[in-house]
């Protein structure tokens, strides 16, 4: 202030006295629509109650106006309802549907929260929203009729939420946050990225002493027992919380209610379609000529392919392209390093068009069904087998159906292909490089065709393996469970039969579109 203020130049801590300052009224107001919401909201918990008649029947309604009760956004004015019913029952959808909470809705789930306490302390607005979303009437009659019906019984609804450990189903990674699922394999090596890069790295590995993390080791093994290690370093890239707001990827978020009902958005991590592990898997495999072992009799893989010599591998990071040839892709790296181009396909910021944010338990059971493992240990699900609450096995069973409705969506399905063919032309350009050079020849398009078809087929044999054995298994223990009233018992016995009909019609992954067919 000194330099600004002529009388009080040269003042020191005196100018806090002898200049004047600044002054502001700062006036706010509450958004109206706030206001009304509160006002509706207690004035109709005054005297909860509705209709005498059902303002669903059609016969209810004024023949003039026209409903359509396919979409649960219908406007309720013209249901006939008092005023008040009217804006707490249109919010009340608005906020359950939410995604993602605007400003002004977060202000109306904290009046929600606040108004009900007295009398309703166990309908929060983060419990209804648990329990709509999972409430039959919700999925079977619409949001509407589900959201009518729950503000009409709001003391039949309290007594029934706020029993004490009553079982309710999460997702897995609220409920076991610990859970391998939930650090899934592109989260684990590739942490949230600080700055964008071009492409990955896979070079050999030196004799300095390096952390495990954020790099992947593989083994190139060569006729003799010997083999060459590898490592794989990670391109960085935005993590589910780094992309920006307008960023397109998040027209392409995926949650577990997405590839098997309609639901909200939660936990998302970026993932690899491509997981960044086949690399390695194909690799070990190739130098051995080797598929991973499939017992499907409706998966000819044929005879084991000829091995890629281990030699082959010692080119994998030289210089060895032409500087004047162009990417294989659109968007790709220009690289005279083989290693380079085949790990800008599978994830770098010249692909993100291709990233999509999957739920991270999906995400996890994902990696762990590419690697050819059982999506869950068998000792763990034993242990559940005998828990009170079957919540996470069930979720380890509906998450295996999951990954293969996301694989298969048309979208992502689409992403899938278009990826899996860059890296068969990488390949390709790799090998016409390499025979060029060197003898004898190798055949890596060949050898990927084959393994990749026989990596996808694998997947859909250990699903099927681990879903045959334990949806019966808990069909069992859930009948048995002395833990669960009728109601809990109906309900599960009944999203186990339908992951039953799910796992005959939807596990396997379509090749359509694979150039290698």
Not at 376 to 390: C, D, F, K, Y
Not at 452 to 464: C, I, T
Request: net charge negative; with cysteine; proline share 7%.
């Amino acid at each position: 202030m000194d330099t600004r203020a002529r009388s009080c130049f040269g003042h020191g801590g005196a100018n806090s006295f002898c200049c004047r300052p600044s002054l502001y009224v700062e006036r706010s107001a509450l958004n109206p629509e706030i206001v009304e919401f509160e006002e509706a909201l207690d004035h109709y918990l005054e005297e909860p109650t509705c209709l005498t008649s059902d303002p669903f029947d059609p016969l209810s309604f004024d023949q003039n106006v026209s409903l359509d009760f396919s979409t649960s956004m219908a406007q309720t004015r013209d249901l006939g309802l008092p005023q008040d019913l009217d804006t707490v029952l249109s919010t009340l959808v608005e906020l359950v549907q939410a995604p993602i909470y605007t400003a002004l809705q977060t202000r109306q789930v904290k009046a929600w929260d606040a108004l009900m306490e007295p009398n309703y302390p166990a309908l929060t607005m983060k419990t209804v929203k648990a329990f709509m979303l999972g409430w039959s009437v919700w999925k079977s009659r619409g949001a509407l009729r589900a959201a009518y019906e729950f503000l009409c019984n709001l003391a039949q609804f309290n007594a029934r939420l706020k029993k004490k450990n009553r079982p309710t189903c999460k997702r897995i990674c609220d409920v076991v946050p610990t859970s391998t699922l939930c650090n899934p394999e592109d989260d684990v090596d590739h942490p949230p990225a600080k700055g964008p890069s071009s492409y990955g790295a896979l070079i050999a590995r030196s004799n300095d002493f390096q952390k495990r993390n954020p790099v992947r080791e593989y083994h190139a093994y060569c006729p003799d027992g010997s083999y060459l290690t590898y490592q794989i370093f990670a391109a960085d890239y935005p993590s589910a919380g780094d992309w920006p707001e307008d960023d397109e990827i998040w027209q392409r978020v995926v949650d577990f209610e997405d590839v098997y009902d309609m639901g909200i958005l939660v936990q998302q991590t970026a993932e690899h379609i491509l997981e960044i592990q086949t690399i390695p898997l194909f690799f070990e495999y190739a130098s051995r000529g080797r598929f991973i072992d499939t017992p499907l009799d409706d998966f000819e893989y044929g005879d084991d392919f000829t091995p890629i010599p281990c030699e082959f591998f010692d080119y994998i990071d030289k210089p060895i392209i032409g500087e004047d040839v162009p990417p294989v892709h659109p968007g790709g790296i220009v690289s005279q390093h083989p290693s380079h181009r085949i790990m800008d396909v599978l994830g770098s910021y010249g692909n993100d068009g291709h990233f999509w944010l999957l739920e991270r338990h999906i995400n996890g059971m994902k990696a762990i069904l590419w690697s050819g493992k059982s999506p869950v240990a068998a000792s763990r699900m034993e242990v559940l087998e005998q828990e009170e609450n079957p919540c996470e096995a069930i979720a380890n069973l509906q998450g295996t159906i999951a990954v293969f409705n996301y694989l298969n969506d048309p979208s992502v399905h689409r992403s899938f292909m278009i990826l899996a063919n860059r890296l068969r032309k990488v390949f390709k350009l790799v090998e016409d490089t390499y025979n060029a050079q060197h003898s004898p020849r190798v055949r890596l398009v060949r050898a990927w065709d084959k393994w990749f078809r026989n990596l996808l087929g694998n997947s859909r044999f250990v699903a099927e393996r681990f879903l045959e054995e334990w949806i019966p298994r808990m069909e069992a223990s859930v009948a048995t469970n002395p833990h669960l009233d009728l109601d809990q018992k109906t309900q599960s016995l009944a999203e186990l039969r339908k992951l039953y009909i799910h796992m005959h019609t939807d596990i396997g992954i379509s090749m359509d579109g694979y150039e290698g067919n």
